[in-house]
């Protein structure tokens, strides 16, 4: 598995399902995923997620038949409640046609990845086994797959982040 460049402390913690209260359409268990989950944290505001939210489609459309799951966890800036409607037209218009859920007051995004440290990102992915234990994650805030220039930020490092987050899904996939 590769090593993330930030947050390394977090493999092996769980990722809680049943901390989500707001899903759009029924809420999903780790019985719901059939080898891998891949939770993205997105909000409307953020270019970074306006540029990622097409490749974490591309890597549902990919492995998704292989048994990846995806869902994009929005966490509005600043904190508040976003009518589901909009967070559903919000993700068609930036490429994402997955599983969707809202964390309005941030509550799983602080206590998965802002507590207790200084994160630069709060556009963060993890993925899961289908235990829900945290495998690998990306600090954010962009990933996208090389010959895709967005302007913004180093496009090495999202090129970068991209190829490791395909090669754990990978590898997590071949697990048994």
Do not use: N
Not at 9 to 29: T, Y
Not at 74 to 92: G, I, L
Not at 146 to 156: T, V
Request: a negative charge.
């Amino acid at each position: 598995m590769p090593s993330p460049r930030e947050g390394s402390g977090l493999l092996g913690r769980p990722f809680e399902l049943d901390g989500i209260e707001s899903w759009i359409g029924d809420p999903w268990s780790y019985e719901d995923v059939p080898k891998a989950l891949l939770v993205r944290f997105w909000t409307d505001t953020c270019p970074f997620c306006e540029a990622s939210l097409p490749a974490l489609q591309g890597l549902a459309d990919e492995f998704g038949p292989r048994g990846l799951r995806t869902l994009g966890l929005y966490h509005p800036k600043p904190p508040r409640t976003v009518p589901p409607s909009e967070v559903q037209e919000a993700a068609r218009e930036r490429g994402y046609r997955g599983k969707l859920a809202l964390d309005p007051d941030w509550r799983v995004l602080r206590k998965v990845w802002l507590d207790g440290d200084d994160r630069r990102a709060t556009s963060a992915s993890f993925l899961m086994d289908r235990t829900g234990k945290i495998r690998f994650l990306l600090p954010g805030p962009l990933f996208h797959p090389p010959g895709e220039d967005h302007g913004l930020g180093d496009p090495q490092i999202a090129v970068g982040d991209y190829r490791d987050l395909r090669s754990a899904i990978e590898i997590l996939l071949e697990e048994p």
